[in-house]
T-cell receptor
Framework: EAGVAQSPRYKIIEKRQSVAFWCNPI?????LYWYQQILGQGPKLLIQ????????DSQLPKDRFSAERLKGVDSTLKIQPAKLEDSAVYLC???????????????FGPGTRLTVL | AQSVAQPEDQVNVAEGNPLTVKCTYS??????LFWYVQYPNRGLQFLLK??????LVKGSYGFEAEFNKSQTSFHLKKPSALVSDSALYFC????????????FGKGTRLHILP
């Protein structure tokens, strides 16, 4: 079974530039998550999709971050414009379905390491 | 509000010795509890989870965790450490009774010394 795919693996940009990350979840997984992991911290949920609808985006800085999941499969996360404090690893994860005891297990991609100069 | 604490930034254990990585949590209802491991330049991998029932949960790679409701803890354990267990370990919690997001701890780096 193929895992969660993310690209690019690394990205270096200057502040005020734009950047986009792509995620392809495990086939059949209805729920997709984007996390931000700052060095020395645990992952923080930015946005959660159930199929192509947003379930939770309460911690997404909506003035600069946006995400979409067209057709309920692949997803993109965009930052525009980037700030220095956006330097982090951006993790994508997926799970089978709505949150519950047997569907909560999340499978993570390798992440995209973003450096903002 | 829910939260999770991993009080140790780093744990050092000699190979072959038992290991414990500590985790305490706070939720207003019943918790789902998770442990994930992160190897360098890789995403998080699921180790085990507590849903309900038996307080001792067994997971991947010989790891287990004990749910202690009175102490609100979910410590990760392994009877005999391997050098390959060296990695970053994250505890996470979600409230069973509400549709809350999962919250991760800050992580504990485990060093197994040969």
């Amino acid at each position: 079974e193929a895992g969660v795919a993310q690209s690019p693996r690394y990205k270096i940009i200057e502040k005020r530039q734009s950047v986009a990350f792509w995620c392809n979840p495990i086939s059949g997984h209805a729920t997709l998550y984007w996390y931000q992991q700052i060095l020395g911290q645990g992952p923080k949920l930015l946005i959660q999709f159930q199929n192509n609808g947003v379930v939770d985006d309460s911690q997404l800085p909506k003035d600069r971050f946006s995400a979409e999941r067209l057709k309920g499969v692949d997803s993109t996360l965009k930052i525009q414009p980037a700030k220095l404090e956006d330097s982090a690893v951006y993790l994508c994860a997926s799970s089978w379905g709505p949150q519950g005891p047997f569907t909560d297990t999340q499978y993570f991609g390798p992440g995209t390491r973003l450096t903002v100069l | 509000a829910q939260s999770v604490a991993q009080p140790e930034d780093q744990v050092n254990v000699a190979e072959g010795n038992p290991l414990t990585v500590k985790c305490t949590y706070s939720v207003s209802g019943n918790p789902y509890l998770f442990w994930y491991v992160q190897y360098p330049n890789r995403g998080l991998q699921f180790l085990l989870k507590y849903i309900t029932g038996d307080n001792l949960v067994k997971g991947s790679y010989g790891f287990e965790a004990e749910f202690n409701k009175s102490q609100t803890s979910f410590h990760l354990k392994k009877p005999s450490a391997l050098v390959s267990d060296s990695a970053l370990y994250f505890c996470a919690v979600r409230n069973q009774d509400r549709d809350d997001k999962i919250i991760f701890g800050k992580g504990t780096r485990l060093h197994i010394l040969p």
